[in-house]
């Protein structure tokens, strides 16, 4: 397990620095031991300058030259402005990334403005569009029931007219039955007569006057009898006529009942149609919709996502610039002694 900088690793590199002829650094120190941080090797390096003057005495004996003090402080301050560059570099480094950052954040947030107001756009034509295809769709099942109404008021009429049909030709047989038995009955009186006439045939010769009279009776009633017949004849013909011009209307009749009803099926099956393909269109839509949403949900989540992610490094930044500002209040060096105090 890897354990921290300390003390003693920064104040070996900076003497093995020192031997070998360099000037020991923040970044030479990290270089030479290989790990460390700024913020950590900063103050054991501070403290490590604060103890050379100390240590130069005790190894040497005596007081330090002059000389060798103002270069230990030059090296000091070197250190320390070198130190400062870098942190200033670093910090206008983070200030920048930050800066960048946040404008990156606010890209994404207009784009993710955006993104919503078309999605409401989007929204707001997709119901638009299914109002309309609602609308049509309640036409169509008017038009639908209208033509339904149409084609039952039609076989309701195509009926009456059947019905009245049937009627007529029922009265037409009854004349007819009507005619046959008048006919039967004129038949059976004429042979009757006939039979009476030949059974009476003597009688008629001995009473030629009474003869005459009931053959003048016989031939007005065959008159009578024949006008009947012809009137009936008449009757029975107009009837048939009647017959046939009801049966041609009622034929036309059926005709354009059947043509109407084969129509409005053709319409009922081109509705039903239509119907099919609103619903279909109708279902097609909600899929996009449906699928259309799902996208800018997920489109949202991950948004929402990055900006939580840029805000967290966001934070990241503000706490490591706190941090590094604070850290170089801590560590800024005293300010040098006048120069009358040292000589003093």
Known sequence: MATGIQQQDVWMAADALLRAGEQPTIERVRLYLGRGSPNTVGPHLKAWFGTLGMRLDGAGGSQLPESVERAAYALWEAATEQAGAR?????????????????????????????????????????????????????????????????ARLRDQLSAEREESSRLAQALELAEGQVKEALSSHQRDLAAAQARHAAHERRWLADIDHARTSARRLEQQLTLARKALGEAEQRIAGLAAELERVRGESGRAEAAAQARLEHANHQHALLQTRLDELAQSQRDMQARADAEGLALRQQCAALQARVDTLGAHLQDKEQQLTLLVQALARHAPPPPAPENEQNA
Request: glycine share 2%; aromatic share 2%.
């Open 87 to 151: 942190a200033a570099a670093h910090l206008a480094d983070r200030e920048a990334a930050l800066h960048e950052a946040r404008a990156a954040f606010d890209r994404d947030r207009e784009a993710l403005q955006r993104e919503r107001e078309r999605l409401g756009a989007r929204e707001a034509d997709l119901t638009h569009t299914m109002q309309a295809a609602n609308a049509h769709a309640a036409a169509a099942q008017e038009s639908e029931r209208a033509a339904r109404q149409d084609a």
